[in-house]
C-alpha cells in the first residue's frame, strides 16, 4: 500500500526524532527503502516533501509539522515532539515580519524602469514605454488597472514580403503585446497583492511578467511563487540591478535568462 510523500515525510521525522530538512527526509527513506512505499516519486521527490509540508502546515491548523527556523537550511520536526516552549518560539517567530521592510531601500520603482527598458529591448527586442497611472483619468474604475510598462514586438521585422501576405492569410499573429509590473522587492508580505495585481493589469497582453530587483530565497516562499506562476501563467523575473542577470529557475543558458511562466 502506497502512502504519500506528507505521510513519508511524518514516518520518517517520528521513526528519527530528530529535525531534518527535505533532502535529509528523502535520503533516510532512500537509505531504508522507504522510497519504495511512494507511488510517485518524480525528479524531484526532496521538493515534493518540502512542498507538502509546507501546504499542510499553512492550511491545517492541526498541522502535525513545524519549521525549525534557526536552522540553515531550514529543518522541519512533529509537534509531537517539541518540548511546549520550543513550539511557543517557532509561534512567536512566525509572527515577525524577518523581511526587510520595501520601504528601506533607497530607490523607487519608477527608477529601476530603465533597467527593464534596457533588458527587454537588449535581450527580448521589446519596445517598451512607462506608463504614468498618476496620471490616467480612469482610476476611479478599478484598484489595478494600469501596468508599469507596457511593450510590443514585432516578430514580422525579419520576415520577407511573402511570409508576411502568406502568414496574414492564415492569421499569424503580426504583433505581441507584453505587459510588466515592476517591485522592488518579493517577499510574502506582498506576494499575492503583488502578483494579482499582474494578473489584473496583463488581462489584455499576449505575455504578462511580475518583475523585481529582490527576490525572497525562502524556500517556503518559493514555492508558492512556483504555484501561483504556474496557476495563472505570469512570468517572474528578477534581476540583479549592477549586472542585469536574470536569476534561473529554469535554465536558458543562450541567454541567462529565467522565467518560471509567462501568460
Avoid at 13 to 41: C, F, G, H, Q
Avoid at 73 to 88: T, V, Y
Avoid at 147 to 153: L, Q, R, S, T, Y
Amino acid at each position: 500500500m502506497s502512502i504519500s510523500f506528507k505521510h513519508l515525510a511524518y514516518k520518517i521525522l517520528k521513526e528519527t526524532s530528530k529535525p531534518m530538512t527535505p533532502t535529509e527526509i528523502w535520503e533516510y527513506a532512500k537509505r531504508n527503502n522507504y522510497d519504495s512505499l511512494v507511488s510517485s516519486k518524480g525528479k524531484t521527490p526532496e521538493r515534493s516533501i518540502g512542498a507538502r509540508m509546507y501546504v499542510d502546515m499553512n492550511k491545517n491548523p492541526d498541522s502535525k509539522f513545524i519549521k525549525i527556523e534557526e536552522a540553515k537550511p531550514r529543518k522541519f520536526f512533529l509537534k509531537e515532539l517539541a518540548s511546549e516552549a520550543e513550539i511557543n518560539r517557532i509561534r512567536e517567530k512566525e509572527k515577525e515580519d524577518v523581511e526587510e521592510p520595501e520601504g528601506n531601500t533607497k530607490y523607487s520603482e519608477r527608477d529601476l524602469h530603465p533597467f527593464l527598458t534596457y533588458f527587454a529591448d537588449t535581450f527580448m527586442n521589446i519596445h517598451t514605454k512607462t506608463i504614468y497611472h498618476e496620471r490616467s483619468t480612469k482610476s476611479s474604475y478599478a484598484q489595478w488597472l494600469h501596468p508599469d510598462i507596457v511593450g510590443v514586438n514585432f516578430p514580422i521585422d525579419e520576415w520577407h514580403k511573402e511570409v508576411l501576405e502568406f502568414g496574414m492569410q492564415f492569421g499569424s499573429q503580426l504583433v505581441k503585446i507584453y505587459s510588466f509590473e515592476l517591485k522592488k522587492e518579493l517577499t510574502f508580505s506582498n506576494l499575492r497583492e503583488s502578483f494579482f495585481q499582474t494578473v489584473s493589469n496583463s488581462s489584455w497582453a499576449n505575455e504578462g511578467y511580475l518583475v523585481a530587483a529582490k527576490v525572497s530565497r525562502d524556500d517556503e516562499f518559493l514555492n508558492e511563487l512556483k504555484r501561483l506562476s504556474t496557476a495563472f501563467g505570469i512570468g517572474i523575473s528578477s534581476w540583479i540591478l549592477k549586472t542585469l542577470i536574470l536569476l534561473l529557475c529554469c535554465s536558458r543558458p543562450d541567454t541567462n535568462q529565467t522565467w518560471i511562466g509567462k501568460r
